[in-house]
């Protein structure tokens, strides 16, 4: 198969030229694309995992892009898995409706709205909801379910579209998915029209300073066009005309930063704490190259010594399974070159994925329950997001002598509980 994608050449915010290179993943396959079988691992297309940095407007960046209808068209991660964002979710909704007093005639609309879990929240509040979502499979399970939604990919003309249709929206939610548009600022001015002169656009985003300092380098995948800073952001915001009003950090994701945008309006400019945000940054050195370079030998070392852990283990006869087959495990396993020699199998809780194998390291995905029916002598936790809820659900597995590994930012066994 030859990959048919895109390269940038200049900075998708500020459109600056003077890209400076972060760190060179690899040529990857693509991290929701899990074969079916073994007869597709030779057809699977591979693309450049190639991480950038903008000096000019401290953007961080994929510059290799994928056609959205390859990555999206049959997209398996439900949002409703998961029983930690489940509660985020809930209190996301509470949070919205009580900060800008959402009644019943109001509108709340949801870009990239999966299966309406979020928007299932705001239901629970009495407030009109409309998903927009790319995946025609997940739209129809959202619908079948209740949640109003519609299946159409989001940007600056369909957002005129979706006003024109429905009127303008007290809050557009962006949950997790600025990131992963390839026209940024066309998606924002696109949010800039459904909002009207009165609304919020409320993106949340993984943050940047988490990425970089808790050395998160696997959330980086094809799919995961940008790392923002609030200084890029503030810097994006003002190309869709809004200011930034308020910014908020959730534990979600790894460390995400939930931005609160509003129409820009003479005089007004982003809020003091933006502003604050933007400082610390600066003092954080995450706008300058140098860091970005510290980063690039960190992630180096973080391959090298978890293979010599996996190694060592594999040496003693140990077995090493895995728990989860999110995205993120897929550039790890793969950035490290890591196969079922050293980690047999994973196991994940979403029924879609069970049965599928691995991109590019083709671990087969099998149910929860074999953790308990063949005892792997260790599990590496590639949901790390989730560990904590993980090694709690799987205390029967621990108390029979199972252990866990974590494999960021230093690949560590845990203790025993
Ligand atoms: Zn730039």
């Known amino acids: ?94 949070a919205v409706v009580e900060g800008l007093r959402l009644g019943k005639d109001d509108l709340v609309v949801e870009v990239a709205s999966n299966d309406g879990s979020l928007l299932r929240c705001f239901q629970a509040h009495g407030v009109r909801v409309l998903g927009v979502e790319p995946a025609s499979n997940i739209a129809e399970r959202a619908v079948a379910s209740g949640v109003p939604s519609v299946n159409r990919f989001f940007g600056h003309d369909e957002g005129r579209r979706l006003r024109a249709e429905f009127g303008p929206a007290k809050a557009l939610i962006g949950n997790n998915v600025l990131a992963h548009v390839d026209d940024t600022l066309g998606f924002l001015r696109g949010a800039r029209e459904v909002i009207g002169d009165e609304g919020r656009a409320i993106f949340e985003v993984p943050y940047l300073g988490e990425f970089v300092e808790r050395l998160e380098y696997d959330t980086v995948y094809h799919e995961h066009l940008c790392y923002f800073s609030v200084s890029a952001l503030m810097r994006l915001f003002e190309g869709a ?5 308020r910014v908020e950090r959730h534990a979600v994701h790894g460390g995400s930063v939930r931005v609160f945008g ?101 671990l ?27 090694v709690r659900q799987q205390a029967e597995y621990a108390r029979r002598g199972g252990r866990f590994i974590l494999p960021l930012p230093l690949p560590r066994i845990l203790e025993k509980v």
């Open 1 to 94: 198969m030859s990959p048919s994608h895109t390269r940038r050449t200049s900075c998708r915010a500020c459109a600056g030229s003077d890209l400076k290179l972060v760190v060179d993943l690899g040529s990857t396959a693509l991290a929701n694309s899990f074969p079916r079988s073994a007869a597709e691992f030779a057809s699977e297309a591979r693309y450049p995992l190639v991480v950038w940095f903008c000096p000019a407007c401290s953007l961080v960046q994929l510059l290799d892009v994928v056609p959205a209808e390859q990555l999206f068209s049959n997209y398996i991660y439900v949002t409703g898995t998961s029983d930690t964002i489940a509660a985020h979710n809930r209190e996301y909704a509470r």
């Open 241 to 245: 005309k809004m200011v930034i009003e």
């Open 262 to 362: 509003a129409p820009a309006k003479r005089g007004l400019g982003h809020s003091a704490q933006a502003l604050e945000f933007a400082a610390a940054e600066r003092r954080a050195g995450w706008t300058s190259i140098e860091r970005y370079q510290r980063f690039a030998r960190e992630v180096a070392e973080n391959k090298r010594a978890l293979l010599a852990l996996l190694e060592q283990l594999h040496s003693a006869g140990k077995s090493v399974a895995a728990y989860g087959a999110p995205a993120k495990g897929n550039t790890l396993l793969q950035y490290c070159g890591i196969d079922t020699r050293l980690v047999e199998y994973t196991v994940d809780k979403n029924p879609l994925k069970v049965g599928l194998f691995t991109p590019g390291s083709h």
């Open 364 to 390: 087969p995905v099998l149910p929860v329950a074999t953790l308990l029916e063949r005892q792997p002598d260790f599990v590496l936790i590639l949901a790390w997001n989730f560990a904590e809820e993980i």
